[in-house]
């Protein structure tokens, strides 16, 4: 490129770069995603626990002391706490300084080991509040990790082909429950296979972070697409205007994606903003990097579609297909391609994937 064909693309790239300025619907638009991820950012990060629950036993075995130890330190929304009186618990619901409480009857573990739990937790609720049926889900989900590995315990206990003495299955059963618990809560607990039809076997061990992706890179790269579509509208108008006739021929495509580059180049400064405010400063130097060769893949696809598209009406028309075929097979969202392979072959015809792949 000689110093001349670059000063003219300059020029076209500021222009068009102005005039996009110059729309305050545009504007607005460029502002918006980065404002509402640093709203949901502090929204999410200044969000106080609000459901308080209650916990007492009267029960002297050591279940009921255990699954208190373990919801007690729950952190996802509930703040559980023991109650050293029943009395004082109760009187905590009743004037709504917890929202509920639970009371683990004297029986609780015998009760348990016989597999017998109905009616083993009494819960009181504050009047005018939901969260009772929200905080028992997590007591009684605790109540039956400990059931189960209690019945497995007892099959271990049970087998003769094994022959453990009650020491042995004492100390057996101390080297099992912190394992227990790990892999309980633990994303790969469980391993599927998918067979696919030529016979290859998919690994879905991982499987919660392959499916909900949810992440600005996301719809950052929705966001530029979207972006280079609105240069490219502004090139076909541009074109039937005949402005780019006053450029000599060989600085005539420069220019045309000048024209592109320009949505392109805005919405991708709006989607580093918006990355950065989600993703931390540390991942600048890469995102830099990527979007770069994103706004010049999205800028070079667009310019294809210009000149295989005859007018603006079919390329207004195949828009839509675009963006919906994006958001469903692109891993913007959720990653259908760990269900159905397939959709690995298909991606790669959408613009987000070159970002996100």
């Not at 609000?50 to 009267?58: D, K, M, P, Q, W």
């Not at 050591?62 to 509930?78: R, T, V, W």
């Not at 592109?260 to 580093?272: N, P, Q, Y």
Request: net charge neutral; hydrophobic share 45%; aromatic share 14%.
């Amino acid at each position: 490129m000689n110093k001349n064909t670059y000063n003219r693309f300059s020029i076209c790239l500021r222009l068009f770069i102005k005039r996009l300025l110059n729309k305050i619907s545009f504007i607005l638009i460029l502002c918006l995603l980065p404002v509402l991820s640093l709203g949901l950012k502090y929204l999410l990060k200044d969000a106080a626990i609000t459901i308080r629950a209650g916990l007492y036993s009267e029960d002297t075995g050591p279940f009921a002391e255990y699954i208190i130890q373990q919801l007690s330190k729950n952190s996802e929304g509930i703040t559980f706490r023991e109650f050293s009186s029943k009395d004082e618990m109760l009187d905590s619901v009743r004037t709504r300084t917890y929202e509920c409480g639970f009371v683990f009857s004297e029986d609780f573990s015998l009760r348990l080991s016989e597999g017998d739990t109905a009616e083993t937790v009494g819960l009181y609720v504050s009047p005018g509040t939901a969260a009772g049926s929200i905080a028992a889900e997590y007591v009684y989900s605790e109540i039956f990790t400990l059931y189960a590995f209690e019945e497995f315990m007892d099959f271990i206990g049970t087998r003769t082909y094994l022959s453990f003495s009650p020491k042995e299955l004492s100390s057996l059963r101390d080297r099992l429950q912190p394992a227990y618990t790990e892999y309980l809560n633990s994303d790969e607990t469980f391993s599927f296979e998918y067979k696919t039809p030529a016979g290859s076997v998919k690994d879905t061990s991982v499987m919660l972070p392959d499916y909900i992706l949810g992440s600005a890179s996301g719809i950052a790269a929705l966001f530029i697409m979207l972006g280079a579509f609105a240069g490219t509208l502004h090139l076909y108008r541009d074109s039937r205007k005949g402005i780019f006739h006053a450029f000599p021929a060989r600085t005539r495509t420069l220019c045309k994606l000048a024209d592109i580059f320009s949505g392109t180049f805005l919405t991708a400064l709006s989607a580093l903003v918006t990355i950065t405010i989600c993703n931390g400063v540390e991942t600048l130097p890469v995102t830099l990097i990527h979007l770069l060769l994103y706004t010049i893949i999205c800028t070079v696809y667009c310019y294809l579609l210009y000149k295989l598209l005859p007018n603006i009406r079919i390329f207004s028309a195949v828009m839509p297909i675009l963006i919906m075929g994006s958001i469903i097979f692109c891993p913007i969202l959720i990653d259908f391609s760990v269900v159905l392979p397939e959709f690995n072959y298909l991606k790669w015809g959408f613009l987000p994937t070159y970002f996100l792949g």
